[in-house]
């Protein structure tokens, strides 16, 4: 059974960088075609796509996030960690990671609640 397990603080103060890694069992994060994605939800808003990690190790971001986020990877534990910096409370939200074999979303981590306040 494919487990993926968020991990990080759950207290950021403002300017900080955020770290949160992704723990994941039953798949390898370097199988062709399988892709790594950060998605977050704000209190009372929807969902939003933030980047990935390939198989490859290629990552992609969302533009409005780019200059702020970074992906990287860890093969020898099979961990994907974002990385988000000059956080502001803008950036509170419940943090996903979540396995993605081509358009869909297969398999999603629990999510992990991250404030950001001094």
């Known amino acids: 059974q494919v487990q993926l397990q968020e991990s990080g603080p759950g207290l950021v103060k403002p300017s900080q960088t955020l770290s949160l890694t992704c723990t994941v069992s039953g798949s390898s994060i370097t199988t062709n075609y399988y892709y790594w994605d950060w998605i977050r939800q704000p209190p009372g808003k929807g969902l939003e796509w933030m980047g990935v990690?390939?198989?490859?190790?290629?990552?992609a971001y969302s533009p409005s996030l780019k200059s702020r986020t970074s992906i990287s990877r860890d093969t020898s534990k099979n961990q994907f960690t974002l990385h988000l910096s000059s956080v502001t409370p803008e950036d509170t939200a419940v943090y996903y990671c979540v396995r993605r074999p081509s358009t869909w979303y297969d398999f999603w981590g629990q999510g992990t609640q991250v404030t950001v306040s001094s």
């Open positions: 990690i390939a198989y490859s190790g290629s990552t």
